[in-house]
């Protein structure tokens, strides 16, 4: 039983499209995130949602808009896609974190998607 | 100055070799830290937590220097199945719209690879 699952693993497109990536996790976590994994393997931080709210909204293009329907669910679009999207998308849940030293700091990830932008 | 730095590798270190890792943030304020691993074409699991006193688990140890403000991941005994990308984690207080939480910031990742 998967606790963070994302869909598609795999999207192959051309550049202009508009795509969607969705999540789902049962674990019963407060925070979602979209993390953005490049050819150089940098893990990026682009959202975070804590109970469906907007809590991190790192230095992403406004092509890029996250939805969360509620809590277990959180949806990446991506409009007029470009080539340097192509990269490994990964979303994670976490309990929500109240601080650096708590103890829901520990995320899991999902399986990753594999977006390519011909 | 990236917020934190890994020595990409990649390492490539004969089974039975001991092997460390280090891992330096530039943020005093920084207050936990975790080791991820990610195997190939995987997705990131946790490690283990670094612990201010130091912390092992079989044959992986973790340290942290605040002073010196690196944390540094030590493998003995490398098995085959250790072959991995290893992300060190730091995390560090903000704020979002009044409300305080854990900031996490990924290293780039070392690559081992352990050959027979």
């Known amino acids: 039983d998967t606790a963070v699952s994302q869909t598609p693993k795999y999207l192959v497109t051309q550049m202009g499209n508009d795509k969607s990536i969705k999540c789902e996790q049962n674990?019963?976590?407060?925070?979602m995130y979209w993390y953005k994994q490049d050819s150089k393997k940098f893990l990026k931080i682009m959202f975070s949602?804590?109970?469906?709210?907007?809590?991190i909204n790192e230095t992403v293009p406004n092509r890029f808009s996250p939805k969360s329907p509620d809590k277990a669910h959180l949806n990446l679009h991506i409009n007029s896609l470009e080539l340097g999207d192509s990269a490994v998308y990964f979303c994670?849940?976490?309990?929500?974190?109240?601080?650096?030293?708590?103890?829901?700091?520990?995320?899991?990830f999902g399986a990753g998607s594999r977006l390519t932008v011909l | 100055r990236k917020e934190v730095e890994q020595d990409p590798g990649p390492f490539n270190v004969p089974e039975g070799a001991t092997v460390a890792f280090n891992c330096t943030y530039s943020n005093s304020a920084s207050q936990s830290f975790f080791w991820y691993r990610q195997d190939c074409r995987k997705e990131p699991k946790l490690l283990m937590s670094?612990?201010?006193s130091g912390n092992e688990d079989g044959r992986f140890t973790a340290q942290l220097n605040r002073a010196s403000q690196y944390i540094s991941l030590l493998i003995r005994d490398s098995k085959l199945s250790d072959s991995a990308t290893y992300l060190c984690?730091?995390?560090?207080?903000?704020?979002?719209?009044?409300?305080?939480?854990?900031?996490?910031?990924f290293g780039q990742g070392t690559i081992l690879t352990v050959h027979p």
């Open positions: 674990l019963g976590h407060d925070t």
């Open positions: 670094v612990y201010s």
């Open positions: 949602y804590n109970n469906k709210e907007l809590i």
């Open positions: 994670a849940s976490s309990q929500f974190s109240t601080g650096p030293q708590s103890g829901a700091n520990v995320l899991t």
């Open positions: 984690v730091v995390i560090r207080s903000d704020n979002a719209g009044g409300t305080s939480y854990g900031k996490l910031t």
